[in-house]
């Protein structure tokens, strides 16, 4: 069974950096990507960052330049780096997995498997 767990979430000042991080256990396909969402308070949860099991990464707009996401050589843990962080991030982050191939960051109802959450919090 695919387990996931998230954590490195705080609360930061603006222009602050995090890094978050998703340790992955259990087995999973050679075809699947890891991907990070967030949802803030009273929205619906939206898609930040994915990276694909050959290394490819992909961004939304809101987020790229600043954010990046990354996975160890085990594949055991993967990264969401965030610097310049804004107010506009302050959300709940998940991490998920997903078995497929997605040109951009998948949407929440591809993935299969999902951690509980962190929280970021960006104070002005």
């Given at each position: 069974?695919?387990?996931?767990?998230?954590?490195?979430?705080?609360?930061?000042?603006?222009?602050?950096?995090?890094?978050?991080?998703?340790?992955?256990?259990?087995?999973?396909?050679?075809?699947?990507?890891?991907?990070?969402?967030?949802?803030?308070?009273?929205e619906?949860?939206?898609?930040?960052?994915?990276?694909?099991?050959?290394?490819?990464?992909?961004?939304v707009?809101?987020v790229k330049?600043?954010?990046?996401?990354?996975?160890?050589?085990?594949?055991?843990?993967?990264?969401?780096?965030?610097?310049?962080?804004?107010?506009?991030?302050t959300?709940?982050?998940?991490?998920?997995?997903?078995?497929?191939?997605?040109?951009?960051?998948?949407?929440?109802?591809?993935?299969?498997?999902?951690?509980?959450?962190?929280?970021?919090t960006i104070?002005?």
């Amino acid at each position: 069974q695919v387990q996931l767990v998230e954590s490195g979430g705080d609360s930061v000042r603006a222009g602050g950096s995090l890094r978050l991080s998703c340790e992955v256990s259990g087995v999973l396909s050679s075809h699947y990507v890891m991907a990070w969402f967030r949802q803030g308070s009273g929205e619906e949860r939206e898609g930040v960052a994915s990276i694909d099991t050959d290394g490819t990464s992909r961004y939304v707009d809101t987020v790229k330049g600043r954010f990046t996401v990354s996975e160890d050589t085990a594949k055991t843990t993967v990264y969401l780096q965030m610097n310049n962080l804004e107010p506009e991030d302050t959300a709940t982050y998940y991490c998920a997995a997903g078995f497929g191939a997605w040109t951009r960051v998948p949407p929440p109802t591809a993935m299969d498997y999902w951690g509980k959450g962190t929280l970021v919090t960006i104070s002005i």
